[in-house]
């Protein structure tokens, strides 16, 4: 079946050390997506993809990178940089110019 | 800069009765508008959308939202709620380029019987 796989599903972390999340989707969609949840602040940007090998930041960018090499793959990493990175994580992909967004289901993400 | 806010983080209802979820936005362009929903520990879904054919939007399981301009409202409603309708909502906001989506803080939906 298509869709878009996120894994993994819970990671821990400790302080200070770097950690990649994985997407990938298999709807050859063009747009791809990464967006962090905290409660009661809704979703965020962090990044996104229009196309391949070029991204741009959302509105909460700083202490993550993302690279987009393949259609299909769009991994985020949470850096070191990033001062509060405990929070669930959501990829998504679209079709180019709908605003239709097909969600993975998430990552948790704590860090200890 | 385009944005949404859900008035109301927590909506109660009794099972079989009106379920009406608040959505204002704010826009310097025509908007295009989004109703999606998440279980818990999942991703979103979407529901319904508005492009700017008709104002009022029909999704399935009896959503419904209309969109007003004169009230930059987008408010989803479903004329009887049942239990399976507990779930977290999300409004949504894009411009035409449909470039990113703004979503909302969300309302948490509880159904009682």
């Known amino acids: 079946d298509g869709g878009i796989t996120q894994s993994p599903k819970y990671l821990f972390r400790k302080e200070g050390q770097n950690v990649t999340l994985s997407c990938e989707q298999n709807l050859n969609h063009d747009a791809m997506y990464w967006y962090r949840q905290d409660p009661g602040q809704g979703l965020r940007l962090i990044y996104y993809s229009q196309i391949v090998n070029d991204f741009q930041k959302g509105d909460i960018a700083e202490g993550y990178s993302v690279s987009r090499e393949k259609k299909e793959s769009f991994p985020l990493t949470v850096t070191s940089a990033q001062k509060n990175p405990t929070a669930f994580y959501l990829c998504a992909s679209s079709p180019t110019r709908t605003g239709e967004l097909f969600f993975g289901e998430g990552s948790r993400l704590t860090v200890l | 800069a385009q944005s949404v806010t859900q008035l109301g983080s927590h909506v109660s209802v009794s099972e079989g009765a009106l379920v009406l979820l608040r959505c204002n936005y704010s826009?310097?362009?025509?908007?295009?508008l989004f109703w999606y929903v998440q279980y818990p520990n999942q991703g979103l879904q979407l529901l319904l959308k508005?492009?700017?054919?008709?104002?009022l939007v029909k999704g399935i399981n009896g959503l419904e939202a209309e969109f007003k301009k004169s009230e930059t409202s987008f408010h989803l409603t479903k004329p009887s709620a049942h239990m399976s309708d507990a779930a977290e909502y999300f409004c949504a906001v894009s411009d035409k380029g449909f470039q990113k989506l703004v979503f909302g803080t969300g309302t948490r939906l509880l159904v009682s019987p």
């Open positions: 508005y492009t700017s054919a008709a104002t």
């Open positions: 826009s310097s362009v025509p908007p295009y």
